[in-house]
């Protein structure tokens, strides 16, 4: 399908709820318990037993809550689509949804031991993302960590008719510089940076912690 970098839309937040909606089951299988096993077994080593875990864009709640919670750790999602968290109230019940902007999500400091954002930063306008990595360091506890998948190079604009269904899809992302520059800026040390291949792009995942001493901010 055609991508193309139009004018921002008035609320791009407002296409990537109801695309969200409209794609999904095309976007992601009740069974796709596979998809990015490694990452999420790497961070359930990492984690205490029965730790708090916040997937922020969570989707139905697979694979990430669901392992997670199959794992033992107690997990809240947020997602901005409806049909989403619809989904993973009913696919992954032990975990707990809210169905709500991610960017304006508020949540106590120092509640979670880890915070996962896989490919959810990158539906939010860049200011929010900047915003939103500073909350997520407070919101982790001495030594908790951050995974998270976001832009290679930066790139904003639409695709019509995102996987084939019926709605279009809206991105906006820096390059993976820029975002290591931003977890720096929110107190938090990236620990591992890698290129994740997509087709004839990439994405950049980084693994960052929070200090485990008192003086983070």
């Known amino acids: 399908m055609e991508r193309h970098d139009p004018p921002l839309p008035p609320d791009p937040k407002d296409v990537v709820r109801h695309g969200y ?27 205490p037993r029965r730790a708090t875990v916040l997937d922020l864009g969570c989707g139905c709640g697979v694979p990430v809550a669901r392992a997670l919670d199959r794992a033992g750790h107690a997990v809240t999602g947020v997602d901005i689509s409806d049909v989403q968290i619809d989904r993973a109230r009913s696919l992954v019940p032990g975990a707990y949804f809210i169905r709500a902007d991610a960017a304006r999500v508020a949540f106590p400091d ?20 900047r915003r939103l990595l500073l909350r997520i360091a407070r919101w ?69 912690r929070s200090p485990l001493g008192d003086g983070f901010v």
């Not at 031991?113 to 993302?129: E, K, N, W």
């Not at 995974?147 to 279009?168: F, R």
């Not at 992302?173 to 977890?183: F, K, L, P």
Request: aromatic letters at 12%; glycine letters at 8%.
């Open 140 to 208: 982790l506890r001495p030594g908790g960590r951050l995974l998270a998948t976001v832009g290679q190079q930066a790139w904003t604009g639409t695709e019509d008719g995102w996987l084939g269904g019926p709605a279009p899809m809206w991105w906006s992302h820096a390059d993976s510089d820029t975002y290591a520059e931003w977890i720096a800026e929110a107190g938090l040390t990236v620990t591992d940076r890698r290129i994740v291949p997509e087709g004839e792009s990439a994405h950049a995942l980084f693994w960052a």
């Open 110 to 129: 120092r509640g979670f031991d880890a915070v996962v954002c896989l490919y959810s930063l990158i539906h939010m306008p860049l200011r929010d993302q």
């Open 21 to 47: 909606n409209a794609v999904s089951m095309l976007y992601r299988r009740a069974d796709e318990d596979h998809v990015y096993a490694d990452w999420i077994a790497d961070l359930d080593a990492r984690l």
